[in-house]
């Protein structure tokens, strides 16, 4: 029996987490990097990697109920989605940088490749 497949709740509300992501991707596709905590890298990624997906397949309404902010979502079809046109997956690299200073919680840092 499989149990627990789904995503992280990271100790947050349902809507937390999804406005925490939907701000999270914002700036990430914004500046093309974010530094977190390793747990939310992961569960970024596939937010992330989706919506590229989406953006690539023209899919409008799926990208806007991620991204909310014009200009980026603008950035997604105009820019991301052509720059990725070829590549059918893994437009995110995660690195592993130290740990944070005042609670030693794994950090890390997510790139667009």
């Not at 905590?37 to 990624?45: I, S």
């Amino acid at each position: 029996m499989i149990n627990n497949l789904g995503a992280r709740k990271l100790s947050k509300t349902g809507s937390h987490r999804r406005a925490m992501f939907s701000n999270m991707a914002t700036s990430l596709l914004l500046h093309e990097k974010v530094q977190t905590t390793l747990p939310k890298a992961k569960e970024l990624r596939r937010v992330v990697e989706r919506v590229i997906a989406d953006a690539k397949n023209s899919r409008y309404v799926e990208v806007r109920r991620v991204i909310k902010d014009k200009a980026v979502y603008h950035k997604v079809f105009d820019v991301l989605a052509p720059r990725y046109k070829e590549r059918p997956g893994g437009f995110t690299r995660i690195l592993k940088l130290a740990a944070r200073r005042g609670d030693a919680a794994e950090a890390a840092l997510v790139k667009l490749v």
